[in-house]
């Protein structure tokens, strides 16, 4: 009897907890966003500069997700099956993006590419526009979203072991043939899992692209700076939308990970 | 069996492994060198290009330190709250049995998925001046907690977790039977098995909630001295052309990062060595 009133008593804060923090909020949103129907909401959505915003958060998403996923693949073969000195120092060298503030890693890539920067000068003879243009914004996204598809993988690669490989090999496949038709199958949801988080990730990337971008309105403003432009501009129902649009992303996100992870830990 | 045969292909196969393993090495830290050192570099190097004495002048002018330590206060707090409370929302996962905890446990990674400006923007919706709750935490310090909590929310669930429901039921069974209290046997038989991973999920969450920005730049307005934390102050001084001083504040933050990564490596290492023992 009293472990069933603890249990209940448990069971009540933690669901409170979760409905303060996560879901009243979110939920409030999505009230206030439909309060006048869908057309409101829409038009917000649909306007040049938007439409612009999402194009381009698309686009540096479209860059940095496959670079990050052929990354993290290298990187987690890398640590798990090769033996070389630093390992360790590798290893916790790929997590700094995780634990960083992305405003500091804006702000260094800022004084990396920046005019005054140590490659500002260069860039600046040969006519590269790095800095405030897509190129630094790519970079800042990469940077942040670095290390997931590698963490995914790790693991993974770690519990399957090296075994199916080495027979492979033993066969007289290649490393590039044992690579696409034994590793790869064998970690393809933790690839897939990794992927997911890194897009994730990329579309809610904000501190570190709000330095290097310069918030150059119908330019260089991704969606979430679009999301801070229009708040500060007193427009609350086109925040509000452009808030709906990417959190209905991230629930996309969020059933895709509930399906994939039995997966991923089935291995 | 020929021996010419076996060895051939091997020693071969050999010297290829050996390329693989230098290109991919060397894929690996060029990246690595490219996207995140010398960024880096360029910033420790822009921290200390003015001397020592104005690096140390700049971390402690008065707005900078305020900063500093409203950011570490918060984020302590944040830190606390998360290993009580994310203990207990992975205790009532693993252990608990309701009708939608499946639902539950996907929302948890809610603040991964979720970009932080949107998590700004609803939590000012639900507690800032047009709440519909009656409660106004907008532009005050307990708004910094709260955005922080609920980007910090799932670091310690996602890591007790997974220890909680490898953990045999059966030890704690024993010591209920040799006649434990239930508080004694979560005290003396699960809590050590939790620890190393509560730990670790609160120095993440401790270095998430120092680097945020994002969901606090809409619901804390700020204000300098009040409710300014370092990424924003350090936001502002990029704005304002200040970089040495931004700098110097972003290599304390990185400073933090380092040390707080450290810490999970070495807790890390502890949890292992258990294991084996």
Known sequence: MRSRVQRLGLRSVVLAYLAVI??????????RTF????????????????????????????????VNTVFGIVC??????????????????????????????GLALF????????FGGWLDDHGIQVLF??????????????PFVAREVIPTLREIGDEQEQAARTLGASGWQTFWSIT??????????????????CLGEYGAVAVVSGRLQGQTETATLRVQERWESFDLAGAYAISIALATVAILVLVAMTVIRPREEAH | MSSTAVVEPRRVRASGDRAATALSLGFVTLFLMVMVALPIAALVWEAKSDGAQSFWDAVTSPQALAALKLTLGAAAIVALLNAVLGTMTAWVLVRDDFRGKAAVNAIIDLPFALPTIVAGLTLLALYGPASPVGINVAYTRTAIVLAMMFVTLPFVVRTVQPVLRELDTELEEAAHSLGASQTTTFRRVVFPNLLPGILSGVALAFAKAVGEFGALVIITGNIPYKSEVSSVYIFGRIESGDSAAAAAAAVVLLAISFATLLSIGVLRHFATRHDRA
């Open chain 1, 22 to 31: 996560l879901v009243g909020p979110l939920g409030i949103v999505f009230y």
């Open chain 1, 35 to 66: 309060e006048d129907g869908f057309g409101p909401a829409w038009d917000a959505l649909t306007t040049p500069e938007t439409i612009h915003a999402f194009k381009l958060t698309l686009i540096i998403t479209a860059i940095a997700v496959p």
């Open chain 1, 76 to 105: 987690g073969l890398a640590i798990v099956r090769r033996k070389f000195p630093g390992k360790g120092v590798l290893n916790a060298f790929i997590d700094l993006p995780l634990a960083l503030s992305p405003v500091v890693v």
């Open chain 1, 111 to 118: 004084l990396l590419y920046g005019a005054e920067g140590w």
């Open chain 1, 133 to 146: 243009a897509l190129p630094s914004m790519v970079i800042a996204t990469i940077f942040v979203s670095l």
């Open chain 1, 184 to 201: 790869l199958p064998s970690i393809r949801w933790a690839v897939i899992y990794g992927v997911i988080l890194t897009t994730a990730r």
